[in-house]
């Protein structure tokens, strides 16, 4: 089943505007006025995209296909719940629990050094690969194994991995879906009850279950506050916009360079896991201009300007092009894992508006093991 809007570079130049759609709202007194530069940038980085898109799909198209049940799902499902429950046993906590009794902060350490990184990002992978099975053979075990794979985020209350395989497994469904008016209908409602449920877990967090604490804590104009949107919705606005807000800050207040070639690339260009563990290197302390002290990310380009200005965030725009193309690429024989690595590329680029999700571990860790089993099945058949 083939679609043209299945690439990776047509969701970037989606998702690339949808923030600045949100931003004209208006709902925030703090985001500051866009400036004509970092709109022209934008403009030429969607044409270039648009461009690629083009030539991927008449070289490469994606054709969506189904894929058999594994015979491993159980020891893989058992082996991951296995290791948090080990992990909660050591530390004698749990989060979600902790949180509501007031004795867990959320950001408190948890989980083994290194194994606690690893598990969370192929419980992601894994999530979202029993997802394709079950869309694939519709087995309630495999909903069943799903399902229990949620539940280590929730006790965790790690709302963002929760959100990344929701998004994921709602890239597949459509890759499944002939794209009607039914289906387009029945998804701005399932994103709208995603957007509402992660603003009430937000306000359960954040602010004891008061639904206008983070609106009046950031700026939330008296128009948004009286009008009839709900307060949760807010926090969407919030994530979406903020980082804009925060790229647009950083860019009028850096005067001058903060760094070098060598920090941008050791700092963006490799996950930070492997780069905390090369003995050798010594990784910069990351740092731009916030909006606030609680609005904390930038999009993918924030830390690059930080550290050369224009031409950092250029650079960055053309590595980060020429990473989901290569991945697309590598990933695009590989019948069983095809669509469960587009699905991850996917939610990487989305959440690229954010944060780099290159450099950040929890996400780029998660576009290894499709490659991994790829080449685990293709020579030993199995998996």
Same mark, same amino acid.
């Given at each position: 089943m083939y679609r043209k809007i299945y690439n990776p570079n047509y969701l970037y130049v989606f998702t690339f505007i949808f923030p600045f759609v949100v931003y004209s709202f208006q709902w925030s007194t703090l985001y500051p006025p #866009?400036?004509? @530069?970092? #709109? $022209? =940038?934008?403009?030429? !980085? %969607?044409?270039?995209? *648009?461009?690629a898109g083009y030539y991927s799909n008449r070289l490469k198209p994606f054709? =969506? @296909?189904? $894929?058999p049940k594994s015979s491993y799902n159980v020891l893989f499902v058992t082996g991951i719940l296995g290791i948090y429950l080990v992990e909660i046993l050591l530390f004698r906590k749990i989060p979600l629990l902790g949180l509501l009794s007031g004795d867990f902060t959320y950001g408190d350490n948890f989980g083994i050094p290194v194994v606690h990184t690893l598990v969370v990002s192929f419980n992601s992978f894994y999530c979202v690969y029993l997802f394709h099975q079950y $869309?694939?053979?519709k087995s309630k075990t #495999?909903? %069943?194994?799903?399902l229990l794979l949620l539940i280590p985020y929730i006790i965790l209350v790690y709302r963002s991995n929760i959100m990344g395989v %929701?998004?994921?497994c709602f890239f597949i469904f459509l890759l499944n879906r002939k794209i009607t008016y039914k289906v387009v209908l029945g998804s701005i409602v399932a994103v709208l009850l995603m957007f509402y449920t992660f603003g009430f877990l937000g306000n359960l967090r954040s602010g004891q279950g008061d639904s206008t604490y983070i609106a009046r804590a950031s700026g939330a104009t008296d128009q948004f506050l009286e009008g009839f949107v709900p307060n949760e919705y807010y926090w969407t606005y919030l994530y979406v916009a903020s980082p804009v807000a925060n790229l647009q800050n950083n860019i009028n207040l850096t005067k001058k360079d903060e760094g070098g070639?060598?920090?941008l690339i050791l700092n963006e260009c490799f996950p930070d896991f492997m780069i905390k563990f090369l003995p050798f290197v010594h990784r910069e302390e990351k740092s731009f201009n916030q909006i606030n002290s609680f609005l904390n990310v930038g999009t993918i380009y924030v830390y690059s300007f930080s550290f050369l200005r224009w031409q950092g965030m250029i650079f960055m725009y053309f590595y980060f092009l020429i990473f989901i193309n290569a991945y697309y690429w590598l990933l695009y024989r590989s019948a069983r %894992?095809?669509?469960?690595?587009?699905? #991850? *590329? =996917?939610?990487?680029?989305?959440?690229? @508006?954010?944060? @780099?999700? $290159?450099?950040?571990?929890?996400? !780029?860790?998660? *576009? *290894?093991?499709p490659i991994l089993f790829s080449f685990l099945q293709a020579r030993s058949r199995i998996i």
């Open positions: #866009l400036s004509a @530069n970092l #709109l $022209i =940038f934008y403009v030429a !980085s %969607f044409a270039l995209y *648009l461009l054709y =969506f @296909n189904t $894929i $869309i694939s053979k #495999l909903l %069943f194994q799903f %929701f998004l994921s070639w060598k920090v %894992f095809r669509v469960v690595g587009m699905a #991850l *590329l =996917f939610n990487l680029i989305i959440f690229a @508006n954010f944060h @780099n999700t $290159i450099s950040y571990s929890a996400s !780029s860790l998660q *576009l *290894l093991y």
